[in-house]
């Protein structure tokens, strides 16, 4: 580029010499018009594979086929040899190092995370089963029989199984190894069923360990099923296929649950218990945490005037409004009737103001089925030692202001009391 570049400026070449090797530089570079592109696609693979194994994904040799036509000088093919090696062993935090080292000769990066290309689209939607096994081939084998039905994560050891479990996408299914150096299966199960956050993920013992107390051992800390080896594929895919559909029916119903069937936002019995703990957090880490509550203006007039299943149009269209302006991390629920609350974490009372005002401005800007329509909101910022009641009840004093000073504004609740 730089060359052409030149080219361009030499408006009065000066020196033949000079532009005949410039000459010569544009027209190798013309010559070669995929060696940007080549580098630039390398890149991507090496990223992406990365991306893969960070998130524990299962790659297997076949994954590499792509990275060869790139790699045909020393040391990369040496490299790719090691990798190969590497992931056989299911060693990922050395194979992870060793991509690194692979995709350092260039110094071009390409912004395929930022550009959205890694992560969400190249991922279908199958359900997601975490191996377990610090032996290579025991992951290598359930790995080939469940690779095309489920989405496959694999680790070598207990500790690498509870990290990947915390993480997204969650596992819908663990398949757990009882003999690990690191730390033994039943261990790793207890701490699976200890967790808030992994609790609810089904585990399933595979093991040579055959005697019925060791079985009774896994079943009683909280496995669901329990595997001998030698096993059947067949049996083993069965069986795993009834403990994932179960998983999905109790996920459903959880989610039904949680949910407001009206808008489909949280419902007031999932705040009160995510914003106890959202706001034991915020204590505990000294964050600030502000809760907005919302009252939609002249509500009963909708209802009145057009009918219920208007007011119950505009309650929907109301709340689509109010999840497009959330982030992921905010809790967005109807509290009741016409009353919604936002839950901020991480947010101070000049943020939660400057999101109250632009949330308002937009409900104030949108015809809603035709009509305008307001809210009044009521903002509250966690104070020292405050519980979620008391939160609750400023806001909702912060709203009454709102109302009596003529609704469609923000009120900014009064002081805790000390
Ligand atoms: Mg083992």
């Keep these: 580029?730089?060359?052409?570049?030149?080219?361009?400026?030499l408006d009065c070449p000066a020196d033949y010499n000079q532009l005949q090797v410039l000459g010569t530089k544009v027209s190798s570079i013309l010559q070669h018009p995929t060696v940007l592109g080549e580098l630039e696609e390398f890149v991507f693979l090496i990223d992406q594979l990365k991306a893969k194994l960070e998130r524990g994904d299962y790659v297997d040799s076949a994954d590499l086929i792509s990275l060869r036509p790139y790699c045909r000088q020393d040391p990369e093919e040496h490299l790719l040899r090691k990798l190969r090696e590497l992931l056989g062993r299911f060693d990922m935090e050395v194979a992870i190092r060793c991509v690194d080292k692979l995709g350092q000769p260039s110094r071009l990066r390409l912004r395929?995370?930022?550009?959205?290309?890694?992560?969400?689209?190249?991922?279908?939607?199958?359900?997601?089963?975490?191996i377990v096994d610090d032996a290579p081939s025991n992951i290598q084998l359930l790995a080939g029989l469940l690779n095309s039905s489920y989405q496959i994560k694999v680790a070598n050891g207990g500790l690498r199984c509870l990290e990947l479990a915390e993480a997204e996408p969650s596992p819908d299914l663990i398949l757990l190894d009882i003999q690990m150096p690191d730390m033994d299966g039943y261990e790793v199960c207890q701490r699976l069923k200890q967790s808030d956050n992994t609790k609810d993920i089904p585990v399933i013992?595979?093991?040579?360990?055959?005697?019925?107390?060791?079985?009774?051992?896994?079943l009683s800390i909280g496995a669901v099923d329990y595997i001998t080896k030698p096993y059947s594929p067949a049996i083993v895919e069965a069986r795993i296929?009834?403990?994932?559909?179960?998983?999905?029916?109790?996920?459903?119903?959880?989610?039904?649950?949680m949910r407001d069937q009206l808008t489909g936002l949280y419902n007031r019995h999932f705040l009160i218990n995510?914003?106890?703990?959202?706001?034991?957090?915020?204590?505990?880490?000294?964050?600030?945490?502000?809760?907005?509550?919302?009252?939609?203006?002249?509500?009963?007039?909708?209802?009145?005037?057009?009918?219920?299943?208007?007011?119950?149009d505009v309650l929907r269209e109301v709340a689509r409004?109010?999840?497009?302006?959330?982030?992921?991390?905010?809790?967005?629920?109807?509290?009741?009737?016409?009353?919604?609350?936002?839950?901020?974490?991480?947010?101070?009372?000049?943020?939660?103001?400057?999101?109250?005002?632009?949330?308002?401005?937009?409900?104030?800007?949108?015809?809603?089925?035709?009509?305008?329509?307001?809210?009044?909101?009521?903002?509250?910022?966690?104070?020292?030692?405050?519980?979620?009641?008391?939160?609750?009840?400023?806001?909702?004093?912060?709203v009454y202001e709102a109302k009596s000073k003529g609704r469609n504004r923000v009120e900014v609740a009064e002081e805790a009391p000390v």
Aim: aromatic fraction near 4%.
């Design 1 to 9: 580029m730089d060359t052409i570049l030149g080219v361009l400026a």
């Design 112 to 130: 395929a995370r930022e550009d959205g290309l890694i992560g969400g689209d190249d991922m279908e939607i199958k359900p997601v089963v975490l």
């Design 205 to 218: 013992f595979v093991t040579g360990k055959d005697q019925v107390e060791e079985e009774e051992l896994g």
């Design 241 to 257: 296929a009834t403990h994932i559909t179960l998983k999905q029916q109790s996920d459903a119903l959880r989610n039904l649950a």
């Design 274 to 312: 995510v914003a106890e703990k959202r706001i034991s957090q915020a204590h505990r880490h000294r964050q600030p945490l502000c809760l907005i509550m919302i009252d939609v203006d002249h509500f009963k007039a909708v209802n009145d005037q057009h009918g219920h299943s208007v007011g119950d």
């Design 321 to 398: 409004i109010f999840v497009e302006q959330s982030r992921n991390e905010d809790v967005v629920a109807r509290f009741g009737g016409e009353e919604f609350v936002f839950l901020l974490d991480a947010c101070d009372l000049e943020a939660g103001v400057n999101k109250a005002e632009k949330v308002r401005q937009i409900l104030e800007d949108t015809r809603v089925q035709g009509l305008a329509i307001t809210a009044s909101f009521g903002l509250a910022q966690l104070a020292h030692g405050e519980d979620f009641l008391g939160l609750l009840n400023r806001a909702d004093e912060a």
